[in-house]
């Protein structure tokens, strides 16, 4: 059946219901699928059921439903396109700042990075591609997390804790929501020692990519300092919005 906007309609409300489950943090229960997507519960059932046979979604012992493995696949494949196509955005950016850039992806309730230029510096920051760092405690992360419905926010903390990595991490919810709220109204994400010490980091996030992405540039804190960050958050902002509008 065709939709109202020229697709095809089953696959629209199949691909609603993986998103709901996205912005709730990736599961949810059947009412809230079927509050968010307007849709009756049989039909939310037939769809449910196709979707987990093919991978797309398992039902938790609680009876809730999260993304499967399937998605995975594919957000891995989709990060790789991304890293590849964003690099030319990175070296750009690591070479008018001096300093290493990272690109990193909303991988479930972590984030992992996918691209990297590094600084040619003899003391800079190196992070692994492929590595993946909590959301509360990286720049990136914090980021990710601030473009999220505080519901999903508050899912990530229940599922996997607020663990701090140095002494200046934040643990607490409370705060954690007070920062995010902060983030949006400014626009950018500070971490500040809060992943390595004597480390910070700047990030914004990358507005209308396909996944949830944050561009971040990192370095040691007596370089990369709050006047830095006047060059660099517009400078971040920018190459952003280029990779955006490339990868539209």
């Given at each position: 059946?065709?939709?109202?906007?020229?697709?095809?309609?089953?696959?629209?409300?199949?691909?609603?219901?993986?998103?709901?489950?996205?912005?709730?943090?990736?599961d949810a229960a059947l009412s809230e699928l079927?509050?968010?997507?307007?849709?009756?519960?049989?039909?939310?059932?037939?769809?449910?059921?196709?979707?987990?046979?093919?991978?797309?979604a398992r039902q938790l012992p609680s009876r809730?439903?999260?993304?499967?493995?399937?998605?995975?696949?594919?957000a891995d494949a989709a990060g790789r396109q991304?890293?590849?196509?964003?690099?030319?955005?990175?070296?750009?950016?690591?070479?008018?700042?001096?300093?290493?850039?990272?690109?990193?992806?909303?991988?479930?309730?972590?984030?992992?990075?996918?691209?990297?230029?590094?600084?040619?510096?003899?003391?800079?920051?190196?992070?692994?591609?492929?590595?993946?760092?909590?959301?509360?405690?990286?720049?990136?992360?914090?980021?990710?997390?601030?473009?999220?419905?505080?519901?999903?926010?508050?899912?990530?903390?229940?599922?996997?804790?607020?663990?701090?990595?140095?002494?200046?991490?934040?643990?607490?919810?409370?705060?954690?929501?007070?920062?995010?709220?902060?983030?949006?109204?400014?626009?950018?994400?500070?971490?500040?020692?809060?992943?390595?010490?004597?480390?910070?980091?700047?990030?914004?996030?990358?507005?209308?990519?396909?996944?949830?992405?944050?561009?971040?540039?990192?370095?040691?804190?007596?370089?990369?300092?709050?006047?830095?960050?006047?060059?660099?958050?517009?400078?971040?902002?920018?190459?952003?919005?280029?990779?955006?509008?490339?990868?539209?």
């Amino acid at each position: 059946m065709a939709s109202p906007s020229g697709g095809v309609q089953t696959v629209e409300r199949a691909l609603d219901l993986l998103e709901i489950m996205t912005d709730l943090g990736g599961d949810a229960a059947l009412s809230e699928l079927s509050e968010r997507s307007g849709l009756p519960l049989p039909t939310i059932h037939r769809l449910l059921r196709t979707l987990v046979q093919r991978g797309y979604a398992r039902q938790l012992p609680s009876r809730r439903y999260a993304l499967g493995p399937g998605v995975l696949r594919l957000a891995d494949a989709a990060g790789r396109q991304l890293g590849a196509a964003a690099r030319p955005h990175l070296e750009r950016l690591a070479g008018i700042l001096g300093e290493t850039v990272n690109l990193a992806l909303l991988d479930h309730e972590m984030a992992v990075y996918v691209a990297q230029a590094a600084s040619t510096r003899s003391v800079r920051m190196f992070t692994e591609v492929g590595r993946r760092v909590h959301l509360h405690c990286t720049g990136v992360g914090k980021m990710l997390l601030a473009g999220l419905p505080e519901a999903a926010v508050r899912a990530v903390a229940e599922n996997t804790g607020l663990p701090p990595a140095t002494a200046t991490s934040i643990t607490d919810l409370d705060a954690l929501l007070a920062e995010l709220s902060g983030i949006r109204e400014a626009g950018y994400a500070v971490d500040d020692g809060e992943q390595e010490i004597g480390v910070r980091c700047y990030a914004v996030a990358v507005p209308g990519a396909p996944l949830a992405t944050a561009l971040s540039v990192s370095g040691p804190a007596t370089r990369v300092t709050p006047e830095f960050a006047r060059e660099a958050v517009p400078a971040l902002r920018a190459e952003a919005a280029r990779m955006a509008a490339r990868l539209r």
